[in-house]
């Protein structure tokens, strides 16, 4: 099992979780982030440093955002690796509480 962010990222990209990440498995896109399923090792600390809720254990995942299990997946393999925390977007906070952003995702 992986872990696997979701439709909350988009927009936002608080990069918390990268900094507790052990095996730097996080992808960096222009919007979001992703995590690579290949490098993930299940430990479960990216979960709760998410400030948007946007990361579920793979099983877990909400019906309405399943397509971002081979999302993470297929994204992972072209976007480049972040191990550091980085600032959010200045208007992250705005896209906080927005829902149905799946459209928004540049890649």
């Known amino acids: 099992m992986t872990y696997v962010v979701t ?10 979780c990268v900094d507790v990440c052990p095996v730097d498995c ?13 490098e993930c090792i299940d430990c479960t600390l990216c979960v709760a440093e998410c400030p948007v ?5 793979e099983d877990d995942v909400p019906d309405e955002q399943k397509e971002f299990i081979a999302l993470n997946a297929e994204l992972a393999k072209v976007w480049k690796p972040i191990i550091e925390k980085k ?7 705005d896209w906080a509480k927005v829902k149905d952003k799946k459209h928004l995702i540049e890649k």
């Open 7 to 16: 439709e909350s990222c988009i927009k936002c990209k608080y990069s918390d």
């Open 26 to 38: 996080f992808r960096e896109g222009p919007n979001m982030l992703v995590i690579d399923p290949d």
């Open 53 to 57: 809720e946007a990361i579920f254990a």
């Open 87 to 93: 600032d959010g977007p200045p208007d992250a906070d």
